[in-house]
């Protein structure tokens, strides 16, 4: 079983930053891509940006320049930085992993989500 723990949502004035973190825990193997998506009241949920384990990195283009995602994979965290935060960045956002655990000793690949972290942008 993994588990997606996520931290560092709140409320922040338009142009303000905040940084969330996301840390997974289990009987993990190995992470493959780490990524956040988001999901504003009323609409689907959509992918803000993604990391592998070497550290290359796709972004949404509506975050590109504002949003920054890190992981260290020692640790088995990922990050996402936000700066120059706007109100239609509100939304909750979650965390998602590819991940290769020991399943009853083999290998087992999965997708899991974080529970969801709320950032509520004021104008």
């Known amino acids: 079983q993994v588990q997606l723990v996520e931290s560092g949502g709140g409320l922040v004035q338009t142009g303000g930053s905040l940084r969330l973190s996301c840390a997974a825990s289990g009987s993990i193997l190995r992470i493959n891509i780490m990524a956040w998506y988001r999901q504003a009241p009323g609409k689907l949920r959509e992918f803000v940006a993604q990391?592998?384990?070497?550290?290359?990195?796709n972004s949404a283009d509506s975050v590109k320049g504002r949003f920054t995602i890190s992981r260290d994979n020692a640790k088995n965290t990922v990050w996402l930085q936000m700066n120059s935060l706007k109100p239609e960045d509100t939304a909750v956002y979650y965390c998602y992993a590819d991940v290769t655990s020991n399943g009853n000793g083999s290998p087992f690949n999965g997708y899991y989500w974080g529970q969801g972290t709320q950032v509520t942008v004021s104008s």
């Open positions: 990391i592998t384990p070497g550290g290359s990195i």
